[in-house]
């Protein structure tokens, strides 16, 4: 089976960094993309950036230029570097993992972990 643990939320001023990490285990399976998305209270998760094993990136028009996903394929881990953070980013983020095991794929998700961007 495959879990998803993230780590790294936090309370954090306008203005101010966060980095993101989550952790992929699950023996035989190969991660293809991996990333992240995001939940504000009353909204729909939407999209905040994934990234190929191949270290493709696509980002989310609100967080060009300010976020940066990164992973390490030999550990199966996925990051995401939050810069420049306003208060329109507080929300849940939800670690995202496409799991490949020979040719079926499937969908994962992490637990969540909150962002909190506020003065």
């Known amino acids: 089976q495959v879990r998803l643990v993230e780590s790294g939320g936090g309370l954090v001023q306008p203005g101010g960094s966060l980095r993101l990490s989550c952790a992929a285990s699950g023996s035989f399976f190969a991660f293809p993309v991996m990333g992240w998305y995001r939940q504000a209270p009353g909204k729909q998760r939407d999209l905040v950036a994934l990234?190929?094993?191949?270290?493709?990136?696509n980002y989310a028009d609100s967080v060009k230029g300010r976020f940066t996903i990164s992973r390490d394929n030999a550990k199966n881990m996925v990051y995401l570097q939050m810069d420049g953070l306003k208060p329109d980013d507080t929300a849940v983020y939800y670690c995202?993992?496409?799991?490949?095991?020979?040719?079926?794929?499937?969908?994962?998700w992490g637990q969540g972990t909150q962002v909190t961007v506020s003065s």
């Open positions: 990234i190929t094993t191949g270290s493709s990136p």
């Open positions: 995202y993992a496409e799991a490949q095991l020979l040719l079926q794929r499937s969908e994962f």
